[in-house]
């Protein structure tokens, strides 16, 4: 085995493991990362609906609220702002989803899935924790989720959910007797739950990937290129000269010519040494003969 094989056998040994080592690194960076803007986006539509719900709640529940003894108006209503908001947003990102789930809602669509049901369970039976991040398989595939219990805080939450008999009349007009009611102060009845897709995060980060280690790749194979022309120009071709002029005059051919030392080295001291032990030889050899 030449020496120029053995040293690519153990390079390319070396870019193996470099890149195998390489490859996980740079994955779980890029997987972090994509979690980690899957989380903002998560995050700022989340802010958003708690802004609107705001929004709703200091500066048109004020203007409407004179209406509502002649007509119940969904607008007034926090959760219905802001879902309605971000249904707005689903027109052009339709896999981002926003849904106040509610264990005993007014609203039919707001009831609880079994899914979401068992996120509110949580908060209830962690009733420090403020928010729930974490990751579930959807039809469309993998989804991250955030979500925020809702509890009841306001007076003027049990005006409408509280005793059946004390809400208003067009509300009841509106969705029944039936649902929506006896709530209680401090109580946790429902959650606030933002889905984001992490197919698109994650599929660029692994494109991504790809791309990288095709480019650190063609780095290592430009390195072994510039490290064999070096080794073949500084270390092989030396030996082979000296390899030949030996085996020259093994064969009895004294008069050839020196090996060329060149800097200071190991292969120039190698090569210097050689020539002084080929004097030496051919020295002896003539004061040999001459006897």
């Not at 390079?11 to 979690?35: D, H, K, P, W, Y």
């Not at 709703?56 to 119940?72: D, E």
């Not at 649902?179 to 991504?208: C, Y």
Request: aromatic share 6%; proline share 3%.
């Amino acid at each position: 085995m030449g020496l120029r094989l053995k040293f690519n056998l153990v390079m390319l040994l070396v870019a193996a493991l470099g890149l195998t080592g390489i490859g996980f690194v740079a994955s779980q960076m890029l997987e972090r990362n994509a979690r980690a803007n899957i989380l903002q986006q998560a995050g700022l539509m989340m802010e958003g609906a708690m802004a609107i719900r705001s929004y709703t709640v200091n500066q048109i529940g004020p203007l409407i609220g004179s209406q509502m003894t002649h007509k119940f108006l969904p607008q007034s209503v926090p959760a219905y702002a802001a879902t309605q908001n971000i249904n707005g947003l689903r027109k052009r990102y339709p896999n981002f989803t926003y849904k106040e789930a509610t264990l005993n809602p007014t609203n039919p669509n707001a009831r609880a899935t079994g899914w979401e049901t068992s996120i509110i369970d949580y908060f209830r039976n962690h009733t420090n924790e403020k928010q729930l991040v974490g990751e579930h398989t959807t039809a469309t595939g993998r989804s991250l989720y955030m979500a925020r219990p809702i509890k009841v805080k306001s007076e003027a939450c049990l005006s409408c959910h509280g005793n059946v008999a004390d809400a208003p009349k067009t509300m009841l007009a509106k969705y029944g007797k039936a649902n929506g009611f006896d709530w209680h102060m401090n109580e946790i009845v429902g959650s606030q739950i933002v889905n984001v897709p992490m197919e698109v995060a994650l599929d660029r980060a692994h494109k991504t990937l790809v791309t990288f280690m095709y480019s650190v790749g063609a780095v290592f194979a430009l390195i072994m290129l510039i490290l064999n022309l070096l080794l073949n120009q500084i270390v092989i071709n030396p030996v082979k000269r000296m390899a030949g002029i030996a085996h020259e005059i093994s064969m009895g051919k004294l008069d050839v010519e020196e090996c060329t030392a060149r800097g200071k080295d190991e292969i120039s001291v190698l090569a210097e040494s050689f020539n002084r032990m080929r004097r030496s030889l051919v020295n002896a050899m003539q004061m040999l003969n001459s006897k």
